[in-house]
C-alpha cells in the first residue's frame, strides 16, 4: 500500500475568463506522480472524502461580485456552448445508425432492437437537455434583467 498522501488539483471554475477544459478530472489524484495507482484506495476515494478540517470563514477567498453583465456572460456561455454540445452530440446519433444485419444474423435479434431503442431514447434524452437549456437562458435573461433594474434603484441620488 502506498502511504504519500494524495493531492488534488484545485477547483476548475469552467466560467472564469479565459477558462479551459483541464485535460483530465479536476478532482481525480495528481497522476504526474511516479508512485500514483489508479486502483489503490487512495486514488478511488480521494474524490470523495471529506476535508481533514473544515475552511475557515475567512478563508473562503475574496468577495463575490455578482453582476448583471456576469449573468449575461453565463448565459451566453450556455447558450453558445453547453447548447451548441448538446446539440451536436444529438446530430452525432445520425451517424450511429446500423442497417439490419449490421450485427449479424444472431446479433440482430439479440442487439438489434435494443440498438435502436437505445438510439430513440438518447435522442429523446438530448432534445429534453436541449430544452432545460434553453429555459435556463431564458431564466437568466429575466435574471439579467432583474438583477439591473435592482442595481438601478440601488443608486443613490442627490436631488
Known amino acids: 500500500m502506498n502511504n504519500s498522501t494524495v493531492t488534488t488539483p484545485p ?5 472564469a475568463p479565459g477558462a479551459s477544459s483541464p485535460a483530465l478530472d479536476p478532482f481525480a489524484p495528481d497522476a504526474s506522480s511516479p508512485s500514483f495507482d489508479p486502483f489503490s484506495p487512495e486514488a478511488l476515494f480521494a474524490p ?6 473544515p475552511p475557515s470563514p475567512t478563508a473562503a477567498g475574496p468577495d463575490v461580485h455578482i453582476t448583471s453583465d456576469a449573468i ?3 448565459r451566453s456561455r450556455l447558450e453558445n456552448e453547453l447548447k451548441e454540445a448538446v446539440a451536436f452530440v444529438r446530430r ?4 450511429v445508425h446500423i442497417d439490419s444485419p449490421g450485427f449479424g444474423l444472431l446479433g440482430e435479434i439479440i442487439l438489434g432492437g435494443t440498438y435502436r431503442a437505445t438510439c430513440r431514447q438518447a435522442d429523446t434524452v438530448l432534445g429534453e437537455a436541449e430544452d432545460v437549456v434553453d429555459g435556463w437562458c431564458n431564466t437568466l435573461t429575466i435574471a439579467k434583467r432583474n438583477w439591473r433594474a435592482a442595481e438601478d434603484h440601488s443608486i443613490i441620488r442627490h436631488r
Do not use: C, G, H, N
Not at 11 to 15: A, E, G, I, L, V
Not at 92 to 95: F, N
Open 72 to 74: 449575461d456572460f453565463t
Open 48 to 53: 470523495f472524502a471529506p476535508s481533514p478540517t
Open 92 to 95: 452525432m446519433l445520425d451517424t
Open 11 to 15: 477547483p476548475f471554475d469552467p466560467f
